[in-house]
């Protein structure tokens, strides 16, 4: 998990920056991006990609990676800009988003998988770099608990659709609320089914 940030810092770069998001798949909310600087030397073994760990495991976490980062920063994109520039394009809006909020600012960017067009800072998108990297996957620990925290937001707003239950994921629940309460205002309406 340390490698790729080990081997960077032995050619020089000081701050490397990994960058993450949530939320690219469901039907409802925004997409979140964040990007975090660990300190020099700081390890977690307990840390990894989002997706691996339990819910609890998340917030104890994230509360971790935001107490002992040199600097962290999230970026959120809302549903109707998603629907506007599709998801792609606002993942890494998002992801720029965040990058560009970091204090000190990164000298060089990892990202899982997506590309970020930052013209000026070197970068390497890795293909499952949440679960290989060790930045990427405390940026994704983050992104998933901030965007988990505006869902449960949502869902107090819209209770007929159980947003704290799914976080937006076309769920068979989901679904079912949909077809019988129709879409409600954070819906992403160019998303099937809703966009058929």
């Given at each position: 998990m340390y490698k790729q940030e080990q081997d960077l810092k032995s050619k020089g770069y000081k701050h490397i920056c990994g960058v993450d998001?949530?939320?690219?798949?469901?039907?409802?909310?925004?997409?979140?991006?964040?990007?975090?600087?660990?300190?020099?030397?700081?390890?977690?073994?307990l840390i990894n990609d989002s997706k691996q760990l339990t819910a609890m495991q998340r917030e104890q976490l994230f509360i971790d990676i935001k107490n002992n980062a040199l600097t962290y920063a999230v970026?959120?994109?809302l549903h109707s800009k998603i629907d506007e520039i599709g998801i792609l394009n606002a993942t890494k809006l998002a992801m720029r988003q965040a990058i560009n909020k970091l204090n000190p600012r990164p000298d060089f960017i990892l990202t899982d998988a997506v590309p970020v067009n930052i013209m000026d800072i070197p970068q390497m998108p890795i293909i499952k770099g949440d679960a290989k990297v060790f930045s990427i996957a405390a940026a994704s620990i983050i992104a998933k608990v901030h965007r988990?925290?505006?869902?449960?937001k949502y869902d107090k707003k819209y209770p007929d659709y159980n947003f704290g239950v799914h976080m937006g994921?076309?769920?068979?629940?989901?679904?079912?609320?949909?077809?019988e309460h129709g879409a409600c205002p954070?819906?992403?309406?160019?998303f099937s089914p809703l966009s058929e």
């Open positions: 998001e949530a939320g690219r798949g469901p039907l409802a909310g925004p997409v979140v991006a964040a990007a975090v600087i660990m300190p020099e030397g700081y390890r977690n073994e970026g959120v994109v988990d925290h505006l869902m449960m994921y076309g769920t068979e629940v989901h679904l079912k609320a949909i077809k954070i819906h992403r309406m160019t």
